[in-house]
C-alpha cells in the first residue's frame, strides 16, 4: 500500500515538473515573440512622437484655414486692405473657393488630428507590450526557480524512496 501511495506521488511530482517545463517553454516562446530591447522601444516612441508633433502642427495648421475658410468676407476685406481689389465676379469665385475648401481643410484637420491619436495609441502599446515582456521575464524566471525546487525534491523523494526500500528488502 505504501509502495502504492510512493509511486502515485512520485508519479504527482513528476507531472508537476513536467508541466512546469511545458508553461516555460510557452512562455518563452510568447517572450520571444513580444521582447523588445530598451533602445528600441525608445527609439520607436521618440520616431513617433516627432511625426507625431508634425502631425499636430500640420492639423493646427488645416485647423486655422479651416476657420479663415468659414468667413471669406472678412478675408476679402483684409486682402482689399493691403492694396488688392477684387471685382464682384472675382469676390464671388472666392468666396466659393472658401466654401470648397473649407470642407477640405476640416477633413484634413479631423484625419491629421486622428492619426496622431493613433500614434499616441501606438506609443501607449508599445511601452505596455515592454512592460509586459519585462513581467513575463519576472515569471520566467520565477517558475524555473520552482521547477528547480520541485526537481530537487523529487529527487530526494526518490533518493528517500529508495533508501526505505533497501532498508525493508534488508530487513526481510
Do not use: C, W
Not at 523529487?154 to 533508501?163: K, S, T
Request: aromatic share 12%; proline share 1%.
Amino acid at each position: 500500500m505504501d509502495n502504492k501511495i510512493d509511486e502515485e506521488l512520485r508519479h504527482y511530482k513528476l507531472f508537476k515538473i513536467q508541466e512546469a517545463e511545458s508553461k516555460i517553454k510557452r512562455f518563452n516562446n510568447k517572450y520571444e515573440e513580444i521582447k523588445e530591447h530598451i533602445a528600441i522601444k525608445i527609439s520607436k516612441n521618440v520616431t513617433s512622437n516627432i511625426f507625431r508633433a508634425v502631425i499636430s502642427i500640420l492639423s493646427i495648421l488645416f485647423l486655422i484655414l479651416g476657420i479663415i475658410s468659414f468667413f471669406p468676407e472678412k478675408l476679402i476685406e483684409f486682402m482689399e486692405a493691403d492694396g488688392a481689389n477684387f471685382t464682384f465676379t472675382a469676390k464671388a469665385n472666392l468666396i466659393d473657393l472658401a466654401r470648397l475648401l473649407m470642407y477640405f481643410f476640416i477633413a484634413f484637420f479631423i484625419i491629421l488630428t486622428f492619426t496622431s491619436y493613433l500614434l499616441r495609441l501606438n506609443n501607449r502599446k508599445r511601452d505596455n507590450i515592454y512592460s509586459l515582456s519585462k513581467l513575463l521575464e519576472e515569471v520566467i524566471a520565477y517558475m524555473e526557480n520552482s521547477r528547480d525546487d520541485d526537481k530537487r525534491k523529487y529527487e530526494q523523494f526518490v533518493d528517500l524512496m529508495a533508501e526505505r526500500n533497501r532498508k525493508k528488502n534488508n530487513t526481510l
